[in-house]
């Protein structure tokens, strides 16, 4: 907590599983936790948020754990409605799920398999509050846009816009996990932001958009 930019809370650095000599942010706890940084997607633009992350238990009723963008000064460990992108895990469901606002509920969207590194890109359209999720990783070996499974919708609308647009910028990285019942571990690594639709891989690419944490 206060290094490097991040507000945090029972979340730990340590040695990735896959490849020691990198450090990851791991988020495992007997109650809430989470943390939260600055960046900023200013009303009207689009920006494309890349993250990785891996679930450390094969069990989905032992994690819950959700990233995005946040338009509000997150307080504490902040709460699931400060989210408007949100993406993640939910206990005792195995896909990976996406929030939308319309729905009012997060949507089952892709697989999602146990000690596996996926790669998240958000592209996120901040003039009319709508995302677009692309993911790699598991059996998705190339870059592949994820849809809602019931209905194969492939633009979610911000949490908190599912009645009407609002015109706010996106301030805050934000992530939540854990719980007592569903303590994890889940892994976080490599969160770049880049201006506009940019679906190059940060992590391997040259030219790289701008990295806003560093673990």
């Keep these: 907590d206060g290094q490097r930019g991040w507000s945090a809370s ?3 650095v340590a040695a990735d599983p896959a490849d020691a000599a990198n450090q990851v942010a791991v988020f495992e706890a007997a109650t809430d936790g989470g943390a939260n940084r600055a960046l900023l997607v200013p009303q009207g633009a689009t920006a494309t948020l ?11 009723n032992l994690r819950d754990w959700w990233a995005g963008l946040s338009d509000v000064q997150v307080s ?14 939910t206990g005792a469901i195995e896909p990976l799920r996406v929030r939308d606002g319309v729905i009012a509920n997060n949507v089952d969207a892709d697989e999602h398999l146990p000690l596996t590194w996926y790669k998240i890109w958000a592209v996120v ?3 009319i509050d709508r ?10 070996t190339q ?25 706010n910028d996106l301030i805050r990285f934000l992530v939540k996990a854990g719980s007592g019942a ?3 571990p889940v892994l976080l690594d490599d969160i770049y932001l880049a201006t506009g639709k940019n679906l ?16």
């Design 10 to 12: 029972l979340t730990q």
């Design 50 to 60: 890349f993250y990785r992350f891996r679930s450390e238990v094969e069990d989905p």
């Design 76 to 89: 504490g460990i902040g709460a699931f409605g400060d989210f408007e992108a949100q993406i993640g895990l």
């Design 125 to 127: 359209n901040n003039a």
């Design 131 to 140: 995302y677009e999720v692309y993911v790699q990783g598991g059996s998705r």
């Design 143 to 167: 870059q592949t846009q994820i849809d809602i499974d019931s209905n194969g919708q492939t633009a979610f609308v911000f949490r908190n816009s599912g009645a009407a647009t609002a015109a």
């Design 182 to 184: 569903r303590p994890g």
């Design 200 to 215: 190059t891989d940060p992590t391997s690419s040259t030219g790289t958009p701008l990295r806003i944490a560093e673990i």
